[in-house]
């Protein structure tokens, strides 16, 4: 039996697709490379190449492949495009998942793990984020990755995972794989154009936040845990498990100004930084509580040292300064 790979040629997709077959699974991605790369596709794996709004495409892979559990990342996820542009979230992502739900139940697939965000919980009245904090979403992305946990939880005979990351960062060690968006908005990898030579500077979104440095904390989380926590619930799910929803971070916040300097430290590079604005939007810090997957799924994030992280990102950038070459 294989497992299903929405958005197997993203850049959380990629990583996780890497971990399952390196674990030995059968692996089937569908991708439409509207922001995936077809450079970040494993040869492992069998690929389609098409949309999980089409419901046709979905009839076939199941047709087609004996699909145990599918693992679900095929959606648009930039905060700041969402409130440019609302509906397309919604038709995407909301709209993908109800096409691929129709499917699965069609075809009496009982599993998913599910991509979330941070960003369902919106506006933080405490910190570290717990599971069961309220949600709120204060964009349309993090409120249609909301709806999508919740038209999960309605379906019959499914069992669901949801992952809400925190900020994901690194690549794999080797450098083979790692984070390629055709418009960068995260942080990191802006950061580490600047030694790259693509930059002349870093704009640190406001220096005014209620934090120790005036800058914004956040949870930074290594995509190789990231990965390994998806395949982690997947035997949760195997097993048996209930469905449940598991935030991954690592616990600790770190300010932008943190993460310049870690930067520096690891390309041995001095950054030149700006003061701008702040962003609409951003919460003055995200941190989360993992403790419950640590427990339920008994994962154990490996990459806990920001230094470490930014290693593995500037090792893939460095070697891949423009990205995928497909
Ligand atoms: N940030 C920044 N300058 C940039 C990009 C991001 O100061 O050029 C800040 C941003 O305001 C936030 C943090 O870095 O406080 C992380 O932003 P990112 O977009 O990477 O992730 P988010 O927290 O929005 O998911």
Redesign the pocket.
Known sequence: MAIMVCGGAGYIGAHTVFELIGRGEEVVIVDNLQTGHRGALNPAAKFYEGDIRNADILEKIFSENKIEAVIHFAANSL?GESVQNPLKYFNNNVGGMQILLEAMTKFGVDKIVFSSTA?VYGEPEKIPIVETDKTLPTNPYGESKLIMERMIRWVKNLRFVSLRYF?AAGAIESGSIGEDHKCE????P?ILQVPLGKRDH?????ADYPTHDG??L?DYIHVVDLADAHILALNYLRNGGDSEIFNLGNGRGFS?KEIISAAEKVTGQKIKTEIGER?AG?PAK?IASSDKAKKILHWTPRFSEVEKIIATAWNWHKNNPDGYKE
């Open positions: 905060v960003a900020n908005t995260h942080l990191i802006l870093i704009t640190i979104f406001g800058t914004c956040r932008v962003r951003d995200l």
